[in-house]
């Protein structure tokens, strides 16, 4: 059998031991100006009640917790750290700051336990400003009104802080506080959570705060600060990060490396704004292909060419051999300056290199390839004399295109004299004796028409009789056959 009374009495104890734990968790001291952790368990129309761990319920008034908007950001089961500004049988009044009419006893208990208050800036004096706390007045000087440098004081008047009493004294009349104070314990709370997730690949939005020559400083949580080094503000080439951004510019930003600092508390928080996107040369074949002409914009030159920009973040090199077809370049800034847009052919794609090899001759084409239909041999043409060497007269007849007079066939021509008289930059009328196009080649003759037969010397092919020899040779054929 059962013994009863014993099941009775264990009953008994249990439900003692029961009650006992119950009511030791819920029997903790908590006194005025303690800050404890609540979390919601019912939300009313003008308060919010709080399970605080104790045996009565924590109370505060819900207007208190509402955001910028009007409206409430919270919901039951969410932890609240609040303060206790009141504590009676029936209730224990919670406050994020001591607020209302009080008197100096409760102005001197918030100083006592740093509980934060609320005041209002009514005016601005020597040094700072006038703030009313509890219908009595305080005085927050100017380095302690915000956490960062404040240049005009009046922009605070008429405006409701919370405030830390920092100096008590003469009983009250002398009451100093601190805003600074109370932001700065708010920025350690936030940080100290910020930090606990913190995490390579992650992405925040951050503001601009200081832009030096190596990098952006950017704050990416209150009072949390990382760097962009230039190299990762874009995937383009950045001399000066000032050319892209400014202070205050909201970016989107990628943690890419975390260090703990060496002598302060936190970390050194490596930024990429790059990164945000993709490379643009995984994807560059995708846009580009060997054989396209392009618009592109000269970023910088060099002694050995141009790098010119064909999308934001690839820049391909214009090699100095690649300029013009025209001209021999000695120095690329004779064909191209920086910020210049031209038309560049791609020859050739090495993503892998992120290299690019372009050619702004061949975008703007070649003389040479039309250059026996423009000027068929014994054609006469005017040109522009060049330059004078010893075997004899370069003579220009288009951009490109050069012929040479060699002075063997300028000693049998009628025009010696005249040709030999010429400066550089004289005009010559010249005919064309001979192309190879293969070479890049023309011989020429002079044009005026005293040497037909010399030039056509120079011509694979044709007869040496000159054209009066023709004539006498036709006139001879006539008369043998009558």
């Known amino acids: 059998m059962i013994d009863e009374q014993n099941t009775g009495d264990e009953q008994e104890e249990s439900f003692a031991d029961l009650l006992e734990t119950y009511t030791a968790g819920m029997n903790q001291d908590i006194h005025v100006g303690d800050k404890i952790e609540g979390k919601i368990i019912s939300i009313e129309k003008d308060t919010v009640f709080l399970d605080t ?121 002398n009451i100093v506080v601190s805003r600074r104070e109370v932001l700065q314990r708010e920025q350690k709370e936030l940080q100290a959570s910020f930090f606990e997730s913190l995490a390579t690949g992650q992405s925040y939005e951050g503001k601009v705060t200081k832009v030096m020559p190596f990098g952006v400083f950017i704050e990416i ?17 950045v001399e000066d990060p000032k050319e892209i951004v400014q202070e205050g510019q909201i970016l989107h930003v990628k943690v890419i490396d975390i260090k703990p600092r060496e002598k302060k508390s936190g970390y050194q928080i490596g930024l990429s704004v790059k990164q945000i996107e993709e490379n643009p040369w995984h994807t560059v074949q995708e846009g580009f292909s060997s054989g396209d002409v392009v618009e592109g914009r000269v970023m910088r030159c060099t002694k050995f060419g141009a790098f010119v920009e064909i999308a934001p973040g690839i820049e391909g090199l214009v090699h100095i051999s690649e300029m013009s077809y025209t001209k021999r370049v000695v120095n690329p800034e004779d064909i191209v300056k ?17 290299r690019i090899s372009l050619s702004i001759r061949d975008a703007e084409g070649d003389p040479w390839v039309s250059v026996g239909d423009k000027y068929p041999v014994g054609k006469t043409v005017n040109g522009t004399l060049e330059k004078v060497e010893h075997f004899g007269y370069f003579i220009c007849l288009e951009p490109g295109i050069t012929g040479l007079l060699p002075k063997s066939v300028l000693k049998e021509s009628a025009s010696q004299s005249t040709v030999e008289k010429l400066k550089p930059g004289a005009s010559i009328s010249v005919t064309i004796a001979s192309i190879n196009k293969n070479e890049r080649k023309i011989s020429l003759t002079c044009g005026d028409g005293k040497e037909e037969g010399n030039w056509r010397n120079y011509t694979s092919g044709t007869s040496s009789l000159g054209s009066l020899g023709e004539k006498l040779q036709q006139a001879l054929n006539t008369r043998n056959k009558k």
């Not at 920086?338 to 992120?354: C, G, T």
């Open 53 to 173: 761990g104790a045996k009565i319920d924590g109370t505060v008034d819900r207007s208190e917790l509402l955001d910028e908007n009007g409206e409430l950001p919270y919901q039951t089961g969410d932890s609240l750290e609040l303060y206790v500004v009141s504590v009676s049988e029936n209730d224990i009044h919670l406050s994020r700051a001591m607020s209302g009419i009080g008197g100096l006893n409760q102005l001197k208990d918030a100083f006592q336990q740093e509980i934060p208050i609320e005041g209002k800036v009514t005016a601005t004096c020597k040094g700072g400003v006038h703030v009313d706390l509890l219908k009595h007045r305080a005085f927050c000087p100017i380095s302690q009104l915000d956490i960062t440098y404040v240049e005009n004081a009046e922009e605070y008047t008429g405006k409701t802080y919370t405030f830390l009493i920092t100096r008590f004294e003469e009983g009250g009349k």
């Open 221 to 237: 949580a209150p009072g949390v600060e990382g760097m962009v080094h230039v190299s990762e503000l874009s995937w383009r080439r």
């Open 338 to 354: 920086p910020n210049d847009l031209v038309p560049v052919m791609i020859k050739e794609i090495n993503p892998d290199n992120r």
